[in-house]
């Protein structure tokens, strides 16, 4: 049963939201690690509006599905890009959507090739329910229900203003 | 034992016979067509309603490693004579063999056999074999089926040694050093698949040789199983000048080219290779123009020795069921009449042995073809007798099925 | 005929010749290789994309660098690899190349990556696994005879683009050995078929195919005239068998006539980078100091190697 409102919510707002919550932690340093490609838009909004130097990571987990067998190897493999040590830092992992919580654990499983992270925290704009593993975000800013049929889709404009799309499943 | 066979369409491509009628065997020989003979009362009938009564096919190439299903699928595919090279395992370079496969023959009562003996010994293109000893034992002529005779010297004295006797010598015209490391045409298809190449050359260096000893020692040469337009251009000439020179072409080679090679498919790799387009048109036309005969050049070939990297797959095609229908296919494809397609593969190549047969004069031995032009068959390993299930046309649905073959008045095979 | 390597859906199943492959997947390949490019600069060089499967080397021509590649570029995805070197003695024991291959499949093999002497022998074993319904197990062409080393020429197009970036302008030289070479045709294809609009082939008459200018390459036979204003050279390597029969008189005349030297090379673009499938001939195909020299990528073109293996690897055993 769905609950989406029309029209679809504001997403610039929703990364300001999301800013909101972040701040006050940021004494610990945290790094931004956008998973491709929404969730690299929004942290790289979100190193904006958090005034943040360091540059962001990016993360591709094509290479950590656990959906090989079925599907193959995704037809646009981007490079994952981690510019910082991730030994000892705590991190915050930037998604769009988080649904069956499968995308998550292949992130996380990625960055601990990397090194041995002191934390890793989840920031999300959509969080549709649904889970399949014990994920649960750590900053999350719109709750909301989908059918099946249902696709939430994060696009940036050529302007790279972000907004929220509905597509067919 | 009289035999009438009625109804068919009778054609007899020698004596230009071409009409619908009956035709008459008394005691293992044709006595007449149309006209029942005085007295003469059938013991069997056949009846050829919608199909072709055809002089027995004649082939010129056709190798018998396991005899007995060899002749079978000999006169399964309506050849009544198999014409067998010498390269059998031991090679036929003793009359003792040449007797023994004969008998061999006689004793199956299918297809005849008529040995091609080893020009030299083990064919190894040194040592003369006994020349005079095998033909007395049965053979039609002496060859060196693929091997070359690379000492040109031993070339000559076996010639001139041949026409003493006025034996005629088969010989495969493709040059040792040219061939010996290639493994197709010299050609686009080569180049673009890294293949080991055959030149030209080797055919028309081979055929140049072989002429100027011809005529420095007048034997008789049948070149077999030409592959090049420029091979064919020079056998022409050699015709043309009188020489005692006559060749045949396989029925692969007028269908098939380099480009059936596709994706390394070894039931395209033989020997000689498949060439280009227009080497075949050119095959095509000299066998249109009834200058060759055809032959199936019947190799049959374990599955084993077959499903190889491409130059690794022993060369060859099983040929004898498929002689009629893909001779038929050229035919329709060039443009040839049904009666002179089926002359280059009866009595073209009985001219080319020298011997009676290949058509259905008074007296002529009843060895006849009688087959539906119409009927189609699909080429599958079932249905084949012969152990030889390597072809490049498996799968495939080919038009042309003998009905039913007599050897000398009696029937060997019926559909 | 269809297409022995691009499974029911037109994706990639076999990796057999550059030749029939469309540019799009020749693009996803590259692409792809780039992210695998990333894998190998981190500490740990893994990603568990092919955890679990087996991938055998089936050599049978001798290679052991070509081979180790392959099986550092299996072992960073994951893979169980198992080395088999097949020469002619234990085959010639009687095991076909087909049952070798049957038995090797109820081994649980996924990924067969196959060098061979005999041009098509990866496609033998193709057609074989369709036949027997196996279109989960897949075939990499580690290179077959003449005709095909894929995976190479795949590496030189990465390599290629990576310092030239844009194919639609270049020239591109392939000097020496054509008509042994299984590099040159796998380069050959995939420089057309990526849009390279000059292809050219420097060598001497002996060792160019005769129907080269069909596959749509210009010929030289003077490597001056060939390699003016090119803007990548491949030297090929030349074989000593090739001096031992009648296509070549000795190692110096062909290095005087076809050997690129720096005098040679400054020929060509100032910009232009040299290539060498490796392993190099010094003073034969290519003099020490255009080797050693800054223009050469040599070293480079090695280490783009492995993730394209494993973007090939990766992206047939998905299909």
Known sequence: ?169 | MNIEIKNGRVIDPKNGVDLKTSLYIVDGKVVGLGQAPAGFVAEQTIDATGKIVSPGFIDLGARLNSIEAELAAAVAGGVTSVVVPPDADPPLDEPELADRLVHRGAEIGKARVLPLGALTLGLNGERLAELAGLKKAGCVAFSQANKPVVDTEALLRAMEYAATFDFPVWLQAQDHWLSRNGIAHDGEVASRLGLAVIPVAAETIAIATIIQLVRDTGCRVHLTRLSSAAGVNLVKQAVDEGLPVSFDIGVHHLLLTENDIGFFNPHARFSPPLRAQSDRQALSSAAANGLAAICSDHTPVGADDKLLPFGEAKPGATGLEVLLPLTLKWAEAAGVSLADALGRITWAPARILGLPGGDLSVGAVADIAIFDPEATWQLTPEALKSRGKNSPWLGYVLTGKVNTTLVGGRVVFQD | MLNPQLNKNGELSHLLSVEGLPRAILTQILDTAESFMEVSAREVKKVPLLRGKSVFNLFFENSTRTRTTFEIAAKRLSADVINLDINKSSTAKGETLLDTIDNLCAMHANLFVVRHASSGAPYLIAEHLQRIGRDDVHVVNAGDGRHAHPTQGLLDMYTIRHYKKDFSQLRVAIVGDILHSRVARSDIHALTTLGVPEVRAIGPETLLPKHLDKLGVHVFHDMNEGLKDVDVVIMLRLQNERMNGALLPSAGEYFRHYGLTPQKLALASPEAIVMHPGPMNRGVEIHSAVADGPQAVILPQVTFGIAVRMAVMSIVAGN
Not at chain 1, 28 to 37: D, W
Not at chain 1, 148 to 155: G, I, M, Q, S, Y
């Open chain 1, 1 to 169: 049963m769905s609950s989406l409102p029309h029209p679809l919510p504001d997403a610039e707002a929703q990364c300001r939201q999301l800013a909101d919550l972040i701040r006050p932690h940021l004494h610990r340093q945290p790094a931004l690690v956008g998973i491709y490609s929404g969730g690299a838009w929004i942290a790289e909004r979100l190193r904006e509006l958090l005034g943040l130097s360091e540059e962001i990571g990016l993360i591709d987990v094509s290479f950590y599905r656990d959906d090989f067998a079925e599907k193959g190897l995704h037809p646009q493999v981007k490079p994952t890009f981690i510019p910082f040590d991730v030994e000892g830092r705590h991190l915050i992992l930037v998604d769009d959507v988080l649904y069956t919580g499968r995308t998550t654990r292949a992130a996380i499983n990625e960055l601990f090739d990397y090194g041995r992270p002191a934390s890793v925290e989840l920031a999300v704009l959509a969080d549709r329910g649904g889970r399949e593993l014990p994920v649960t975000p750590t900053y999350g800013v719109w709750p909301v229900a989908l059918n099946d049929a249902e696709n939430l889709v994060l696009a940036r404009a050529e302007d790279g203003q972000l907004a929220w799309r509905l597509e067919n499943a």
